[in-house]
């Protein structure tokens, strides 16, 4: 079974930088694509929104509303792949809880794991 750890989020004010990790318990030779996707408060019921995704080629894309700002980056050893967030010039409508996904090789196809989720305050 695949499990999926993020961590750090927390709180910060408008202007500042987190960093977001998440670890995989899954070989690179098994990942499709990795993808960080947020869920804003008040918006439980909506699809979450995609933020960043790196796939297998490495190459990267970005949701419009964070483009310029977040960078996202993948490594990994032999038996876990580490997904990074590095967000900067956070705004208050970044606030959300932020979500790693992963999608498999042995999958049907799309994001089959999910973190559990880690949440970003920013403040104005």
Known sequence: QVQLVESGGGSVQAGGSLRLSCAASISA??????GWFRQAPG???????????IR???ISQYGDAVKGRFTVSRDNDQNTVYLHL??????????AV????LDSRFGLGGYDYWGQGTQVTVSS
């Open 98 to 101: 932020y979500y790693c996904a």
């Open 86 to 95: 590095q967000m900067n010039s956070l705004k208050p409508e970044d606030t």
């Open 29 to 34: 030779y098994n990942v499709n694509a990795m």
């Open 56 to 58: 297998g080629a490495g």
């Open 43 to 53: 918006k439980e019921g909506k699809r979450r929104e995609m933020v960043a995704l």
